[in-house]
Protein backbone atom coordinates (compact mmCIF):
# COMPACT_ATOMS: atom_id res chain seq x y z
CA UNK A 1 0.00 0.00 0.00
CA UNK A 2 1.31 3.41 -0.64
CA UNK A 3 1.33 5.73 2.43
CA UNK A 4 -0.57 8.82 1.18
CA UNK A 5 0.23 12.65 1.73
CA UNK A 6 -1.59 12.49 4.67
CA UNK A 7 -0.01 9.92 6.15
CA UNK A 8 3.44 11.54 6.03
CA UNK A 9 2.19 14.83 7.24
CA UNK A 10 1.18 13.22 9.94
CA UNK A 11 3.93 11.79 10.38
CA UNK A 12 6.24 14.88 10.17
CA UNK A 13 3.97 16.31 12.88
CA UNK A 14 4.17 13.26 15.48
CA UNK A 15 6.96 13.11 18.28
CA UNK A 16 5.90 9.44 19.04
CA UNK A 17 4.57 6.56 16.95
CA UNK A 18 3.28 3.49 19.20
CA UNK A 19 4.52 -0.13 17.74
CA UNK A 20 2.59 -3.11 18.74
CA UNK A 21 3.53 -6.41 18.24
CA UNK A 22 2.44 -9.93 19.60
CA UNK A 23 4.58 -12.00 22.27
CA UNK A 24 5.18 -16.00 21.59
CA UNK A 25 2.27 -16.07 24.41
CA UNK A 26 0.32 -14.20 22.31
CA UNK A 27 0.19 -11.29 24.97
CA UNK A 28 0.73 -7.65 22.82
CA UNK A 29 3.31 -5.23 23.40
CA UNK A 30 2.93 -1.62 23.05
CA UNK A 31 5.78 0.55 23.03
CA UNK A 32 6.54 4.13 22.15
CA UNK A 33 9.28 4.91 19.45
CA UNK A 34 11.04 8.34 19.18
CA UNK A 35 13.01 7.74 15.57
CA UNK A 36 10.79 6.87 12.65
CA UNK A 37 9.76 8.07 8.87
CA UNK A 38 8.29 6.81 5.88
CA UNK A 39 11.12 5.05 3.16
CA UNK A 40 9.92 4.51 -0.23
CA UNK A 41 6.29 4.54 -0.77
CA UNK A 42 5.16 1.52 1.52
CA UNK A 43 7.47 1.30 4.46
CA UNK A 44 7.78 2.91 7.82
CA UNK A 45 11.33 2.21 9.24
CA UNK A 46 12.03 2.70 12.98
CA UNK A 47 15.91 2.79 14.86
CA UNK A 48 15.99 -0.24 17.00
CA UNK A 49 17.38 1.90 19.68
CA UNK A 50 16.34 -0.68 22.83
CA UNK A 51 13.59 -2.43 21.55
CA UNK A 52 14.44 -5.85 22.78
CA UNK A 53 10.56 -7.10 23.21
CA UNK A 54 9.95 -5.83 20.24
CA UNK A 55 12.35 -7.37 18.09
CA UNK A 56 11.90 -10.50 20.20
CA UNK A 57 8.03 -10.31 19.18
CA UNK A 58 8.12 -8.95 15.46
CA UNK A 59 10.91 -12.44 15.18
CA UNK A 60 7.95 -14.92 16.43
CA UNK A 61 5.50 -13.28 14.58
CA UNK A 62 6.03 -9.87 11.99
CA UNK A 63 2.41 -8.50 11.84
CA UNK A 64 2.09 -5.36 13.71
CA UNK A 65 0.68 -2.36 13.97
CA UNK A 66 1.73 1.42 14.43
CA UNK A 67 -0.26 4.39 15.53
CA UNK A 68 0.85 7.74 14.90
CA UNK A 69 -0.87 10.82 16.29
CA UNK A 70 -0.89 14.51 15.92
CA UNK A 71 -1.11 14.86 19.95
CA UNK A 72 -2.54 18.50 20.02
CA UNK A 73 -4.80 18.01 16.86
CA UNK A 74 -5.66 14.28 18.34
CA UNK A 75 -5.96 13.11 14.48
CA UNK A 76 -3.63 10.36 13.04
CA UNK A 77 -3.23 6.93 11.69
CA UNK A 78 -3.68 3.22 12.59
CA UNK A 79 -1.32 1.50 10.63
CA UNK A 80 -1.17 -2.12 10.02
CA UNK A 81 1.81 -4.69 8.18
CA UNK A 82 4.22 -6.99 8.13
CA UNK A 83 7.69 -5.91 9.70
CA UNK A 84 11.31 -7.48 9.03
CA UNK A 85 14.66 -6.67 11.24
CA UNK A 86 17.31 -5.16 8.91
CA UNK A 87 20.36 -5.75 9.90
CA UNK A 88 23.41 -3.61 9.66
CA UNK A 89 25.16 -5.92 7.35
CA UNK A 90 21.81 -6.43 5.15
CA UNK A 91 21.03 -5.06 2.32
CA UNK A 92 19.06 -1.53 2.09
CA UNK A 93 20.45 -0.52 5.55
CA UNK A 94 23.00 2.05 4.08
CA UNK A 95 20.29 3.63 2.22
CA UNK A 96 17.57 4.13 5.43
CA UNK A 97 20.25 4.49 8.48
CA UNK A 98 21.15 8.30 6.94
CA UNK A 99 17.15 8.76 7.19
CA UNK A 100 17.03 7.88 10.83
CA UNK A 101 20.69 9.34 11.81
CA UNK A 102 19.96 12.72 10.75
CA UNK A 103 16.53 12.54 13.40
CA UNK A 104 19.09 11.12 16.32
CA UNK A 105 22.00 13.56 15.17
CA UNK A 106 24.17 10.61 15.98
CA UNK A 107 23.58 10.50 19.86
CA UNK A 108 21.68 7.32 19.47
CA UNK A 109 23.34 4.41 17.51
CA UNK A 110 21.41 1.05 16.34
CA UNK A 111 22.23 -1.68 13.98
CA UNK A 112 19.08 -2.94 13.26
CA UNK A 113 15.92 -1.31 11.62
CA UNK A 114 12.56 -2.27 11.80
CA UNK A 115 11.22 -1.39 8.48
CA UNK A 116 7.45 -2.13 8.03
CA UNK A 117 5.42 -2.76 5.01
CA UNK A 118 2.37 -0.88 5.54
CA UNK A 119 -0.61 -2.94 4.34
CA UNK A 120 -3.64 -1.48 5.36
CA UNK A 121 -4.40 2.24 6.99
CA UNK A 122 -7.29 3.46 8.60
CA UNK A 123 -7.72 7.67 10.37
CA UNK A 124 -7.51 7.97 13.84
CA UNK A 125 -9.89 10.64 15.54
CA UNK A 126 -10.74 11.96 18.74
CA UNK A 127 -14.62 11.49 19.53
CA UNK A 128 -15.22 15.24 19.99
CA UNK A 129 -14.80 15.40 16.13
CA UNK A 130 -17.84 13.35 15.70
CA UNK A 131 -19.66 13.96 18.78
CA UNK A 132 -19.07 17.80 17.85
CA UNK A 133 -19.00 17.69 14.14
CA UNK A 134 -18.20 21.52 14.07
CA UNK A 135 -14.79 21.21 16.21
CA UNK A 136 -12.49 22.86 14.29
CA UNK A 137 -8.66 21.72 14.61
CA UNK A 138 -7.44 25.01 16.35
CA UNK A 139 -10.32 24.52 18.94
CA UNK A 140 -9.02 20.98 19.25
CA UNK A 141 -5.71 22.07 19.63
CA UNK A 142 -6.58 25.01 22.65
CA UNK A 143 -8.85 22.40 24.39
CA UNK A 144 -5.48 19.89 24.18
CA UNK A 145 -2.96 22.70 25.35
CA UNK A 146 -5.24 23.17 28.35
CA UNK A 147 -5.83 20.11 29.49
CA UNK A 148 -2.19 19.37 28.77
CA UNK A 149 -1.01 22.44 30.64
CA UNK A 150 0.55 24.17 27.89
Request: aromatic residues 8%; positive net charge; charged residues 25%.
Amino acid sequence: MKLSKEIKRCMDKSVLCWLATVAPDNIPNVSPKEIFTYYQEEYIIIANIASPQSVKNIKHNPQVCISILAVLVQKGFQLKGTAELVKKQDSGFDKMEPLLNTMTEGKFPFNTIIKIRVEQAKPIIAPKYILYPKTTEEEQIASARKSYGF
